[in-house]
């Protein structure tokens, strides 16, 4: 009986391609903590015949993109720190009319209702805060964003200003 060597040709996609190269990088890697130096990413591209322009263009990609998701964190722990507060507030704010309703005598009554709309406002307030997806969410971003950007900019230039009166 013989038996014939048949090879299969094997294709991938270019996104393929990416996928098992991340795969097979990242268990290359003997820990999640392994770093690689600017020659040795210059070295992996040489040998995926990838030029110095197109890697330099990538790498300006991936640092805007990397800038914008630490800006994101810290726009969402900036909403996530707002809302903490504003529970706190309902919180003293209810701990107090649910006080001043026991010592009024005859009970809870009154104060139980405007606890109920502060859990209706608090849920509304988690659900905004928490809902990182969709249109009003990149608003929001965007907004913080500019707001951040222009304070940057006078903090900057208000710093310059300062120094330079100081010479």
Not at 27 to 49: H, M, P, V, W
């Amino acid at each position: 009986m013989t038996t014939f060597d048949t090879k299969v040709t094997r294709t991938y996609s270019q996104d393929d391609i990416q996928q098992i190269l991340h795969l097979a990088i990242a268990r290359q890697a003997d820990d999640n903590n392994k770093e690689f130096s600017y020659e040795q990413l210059l070295e992996i591209a040489g040998e995926l015949e990838i030029s110095i322009d197109t890697l330099k263009q990538a790498e300006q990609d991936w640092l805007e993109q990397h800038g914008e998701m630490l800006q994101r964190r810290a726009f969402n722990a900036h909403r996530q720190g707002r809302f903490k507060k504003r529970v706190g507030k309902y919180a003293i704010v209810n701990v107090f009319l649910l006080s001043l309703n026991l010592l009024g005598g005859g009970g809870l009554s009154w104060s139980l209702y405007i606890l109920l709309c502060s859990v209706f406002a608090v849920g509304l307030d988690a659900w905004n805060t928490f809902q990182i997806k969709g249109e009003e969410y990149e608003l929001a971003f965007q907004r913080w964003r500019r707001k951040h950007q222009v304070t940057k900019f006078f903090n900057t230039a208000v710093s310059k200003w300062l120094k330079a009166w100081r010479i």
